[in-house]
């Protein structure tokens, strides 16, 4: 059984950096493409990031140039290198598949950009 576990999520303010990790357990990670999903309140889920299971990367607009993801197939483990945050980037930040992500989220992690 697949699990996954999101971490690195904290109060920031605008203009500072985070990075999220995602550790995936099992032997199935290196074979499949993977996302970073988040949702604000009031707002649906959206993907911020992707990878493939070769490293090749897409960003939704608002995100590229400042978020960076990748991926230790060695390890198992997912990243969002997150730099000049916003407000708007406020939200639970959740990991899985890409583009068909499980039907299980994790508890996901929070990150607040505020001053």
């Known amino acids: 059984q697949v699990q996954v576990v999101e971490s690195g999520g904290g109060l920031v303010q605008p203009g500072e950096s985070l990075r999220l990790s995602c550790a995936v357990s099992g032997n199935i990670f290196r074979f499949f493409g993977m996302g970073w999903y988040r949702q604000a309140p009031g707002k649906q889920r959206e993907v911020v990031a992707s990878i493939t299971s070769g490293g090749s990367t897409n960003y939704r607009d608002s995100v590229k140039g400042r978020f960076t993801v990748s991926r230790d197939n060695a390890n198992n483990t997912l990243y969002l290198q997150m730099n000049s945050l916003k407000p708007e980037d406020t939200a639970v930040y959740y990991c899985?598949?890409?583009?068909?992500?499980?039907?299980?989220w994790g508890q996901g992690t929070q990150v607040t950009v505020s001053s």
């Open positions: 899985n598949f890409y583009p068909t992500p499980r039907e299980y």
